[in-house]
């Protein structure tokens, strides 16, 4: 693979000599013939020559040719007038100038620029102090549109989908297509929608002004087509004080618990099922370095034993790191990527169990392409905001009707039913969310909140089979708002939107593909029934008197628990093990007892008074009732067996009966315990 260091008259050869795909492209001829072209220069002309031709010729970014141009572009200054921080940081961008895109990436040009000063203080260009100080001094980057240039434009309208769009022709064409093509470039902005949402959003900061909220962003996705109708980056691009030119849209930022679904949907791929009972009881997660955390619900509370379908619905907290606990965080990862969020790119060590939480930081557009694929019934669209292109004299460069890529298969469309199922279930999250809340439309639509630690991210992303509409509030800087959480800041805000565009003929003309209006409501696939799953509440029952039909997938594998030694009959009653039990003497209860490990805190599981009949004949005395299923993770078992035992359900009994219960050769009575 012909990669590696340029020098600098290498890369001035691949910039004047070769053309955007020639430069781009990984090639030996192209590298040869460039090692070939820079020891021609470097004979003809001097070193100084070759450096001022550089500074004068390379690509910085942003049709920014040449270190005056660039100077003036990000910085509103000459080149001789730079400072040593923005020289160092302008030095960086022209290897890789969409990658480091200041506008898109400033934390990635930023790291560039420290890189670059490291190098300067290793060559002993500069100091260690010099080096310091040009990394502590801020950099304000001037606006690629300024305001006097809008101020001229009565026509200039969403400034950041504007640059979003730019940025893509530049990524697929390069810089010189935009600057000299003379392109007419149709893209998928419904500015009507755009409109909407920006006022939207305006109207919702301003009607908060008791929570220290300052900025919101908003993108309107079409799931089948992958067009993005509207980005709203800022409530606006001219105001420095919220940093208005940056397009939050594009921003990483912790999620909350809108990542979610992420963590179900890998779950259900690994043979968990709707009627598998989940714990929301306390528990301590080890972060590493000595740092612990203790998950706790929104408000407080925990519900004991709950179902996937209550567990999601609700959003409680404890549920998702069990399950990411079981299936991996790797395997999490990637369940996101094939699902569209491509920022998690640290490996899977580095983001531990508190992802699932939404201790990972990616972008609205990225949470929007995921909830789109679901909205898609598992297939991934490509996201596109060009529609056509044609140049100067009416040829068509590209038209997306006859070059757009199908969608991705990303995940089982039945996984992605019931997810959506979940999402859309309004009676389910009534427990946590009230009656009438604001995810509640007057239509189908599935929907995720997600709020952050110390209420620093507001989040909403939900869909319909047409549409797809995410939207974050918070603060540019990361201030803390005064509790505004998902439900109440960004939710409001979705049905806002969600309505407007389904009562709006126009709005939802846009949302046609292919000459077809979207369907009404979520088409249900192939290879999923209903089967009804016994409530919790049924837990020491010898029958199942209060159940509720739920969505399985026929013929799925179920996952096991490989701590259990016996075998569990989960099919005769989903959702409790139907189980034959005895009493287990006190002697014998202490023995199981004895074999459990204890916690780091010194904790157990109690004192068992059953054990488990493990033959399909079993004995008289024996007594056939409904159980809890045992969690997968011990620490989790104490937790839940401990909670069972305060609040009088009945768990599944740890371990087997001994052939002396068996043949009833003790006489010794059990003792209380749970």
Not at 411 to 429: G, V
Request: hydrophobic share 40%; glycine share 8%; charged share 15%.
């Amino acid at each position: 693979r012909p990669v590696g260091a340029s020098t600098i008259t290498q890369q001035l050869v691949r910039h004047i000599a070769f053309s955007y795909e020639e430069r781009i492209g990984v090639s030996y001829e192209r590298k040869l013939r460039e090692i070939f072209l820079a020891g021609i220069m470097t004979q003809q002309r001097s070193k100084e020559a070759i450096i001022q031709m550089y500074l004068n010729e390379i690509y910085y970014g942003n049709l920014a040719y040449g270190i005056e141009a660039a100077a003036q572009t990000y910085f509103g200054t000459s080149a001789k007038d730079l400072t040593l921080g923005e020289a160092a940081f302008l030095a960086g961008l022209p290897q890789s100038p969409l990658d480091w895109d200041p506008y898109s990436n400033f934390e990635a040009a930023k790291a560039r620029q420290e890189f670059i000063l490291d190098l300067m203080v290793a060559d002993g260009a500069i100091t260690p102090l010099d080096a310091a100080v040009a990394k502590g001094v801020t950099l304000r980057i001037i606006p690629r549109i300024t305001a006097n240039e809008a101020a001229g434009n009565a026509t200039l309208e969403a400034e950041h989908f504007v640059l979003y769009v730019q940025n893509e022709l530049e990524r697929k064409y390069g810089p010189d297509a935009i600057a000299l093509g003379g392109w007419q470039i149709t893209t998928s902005l419904d500015l009507n929608m755009q409109t909407m949402a920006e006022t939207a959003a305006r109207n919702q900061v301003a009607a908060n002004p008791n929570y220290n909220v300052s900025n919101a962003s908003v993108v309107i996705l079409k799931p089948d087509s992958g067009e993005i109708l509207a980005m709203v980056g800022s409530l606006d691009y001219f105001d420095e004080s919220i940093d208005g030119q940056v397009n939050v849209a594009l921003s990483p930022r912790q999620p909350g618990s809108s990542i979610k679904p992420i963590t179900y949907a890998t779950a259900l791929q690994r043979g968990w099922n709707t009627a598998d009972v989940l714990w929301d009881v306390p528990i301590e997660l080890d972060l590493g370095g000595g740092e612990k955390m203790v998950p706790v619900n929104y408000d407080g509370y925990y519900r004991g034993p709950v179902l996937f379908r209550d567990a999601l619905a609700n959003s409680y907290n404890i549920p998702p790191v069990q399950l990411l606990r079981n299936v991996g965080v790797p395997s999490f990862v990637a369940t996101a990527r094939n699902m569209g969020i491509e920022s998690l790119r640290e490996p899977p060590g580095f983001y531990g169990l508190a992802l699932t939480l939404g201790g990972g930081e990616v972008p609205l557009l990225e949470m929007s392409h995921a909830f789109a694929t679901l909205a898609n019934q598992g297939q991934k669209p490509r996201l596109t905001t060009i529609l056509k292109i044609t140049d100067s004299r009416g040829n068509v460069i590209f038209d997306a009707q006859q070059n757009q890529l199908p969608a991705v298969n990303a995940i089982d469309p039945r996984i992605a039913y019931i997810i959506t199922d979940i999402l859309d279930d309004d009676q389910a999250r009534v427990a946590a969310m009230g009656y009438n809340n604001p995810l509640d439309l007057p239509f189908p639509a599935a929907a995720k909140t997600g709020t952050t630690t110390d209420f620093r991210d507001s989040w909403t992303i939900g869909y319909t089979p047409g549409v797809v509409v995410g939207v974050w509030m918070g603060n540019s800087d990361g201030r803390p708002m005064n509790g505004l959480s998902g439900l109440r800041g960004a939710a409001p805000l979705w049905s806002h939107i969600m309505q407007t565009i389904y009562s709006d003929p126009e709005m939802i003309q846009s949302l046609w593909v292919n000459g077809r209006p979207p369907p009404n409501g979520f088409i249900q696939p192939q290879g999923i029934e209903l089967r009804p799953v016994c409530l919790p509440s049924n837990s020491g029952r010898s029958s199942c008197t209060a159940s509720r039909n739920d969505w399985f997938i026929v013929g799925a594998a179920v996952h096991g628990n490989a701590r259990i030694a016996y075998n569990p009959n989960m099919a005769e009653n989903l959702g409790v093990w139907t189980l034959a039990t005895m009493p287990l003497p006190a002697a014998e209860a202490q023995r199981v007892l004895d074999t459990q490990p204890e916690l780091s805190n010194g904790s157990k599981i109690p004192r068992p008074t059953e054990c488990v009949i493990n033959s399909t004949r079993p004995p008289e005395g024996a007594t056939v009732r409904l159980y809890l299923p045992v969690p997968p993770f011990y620490p989790d078992e104490v937790k839940a067996r401990q909670w069972a035992q305060s609040r009088g359900y009945r768990m599944a009994p740890p371990s087997v009966c001994p052939l002396s219960v068996l043949r009833g050769s003790p006489t010794s009575t059990p003792d209380s315990g749970g």
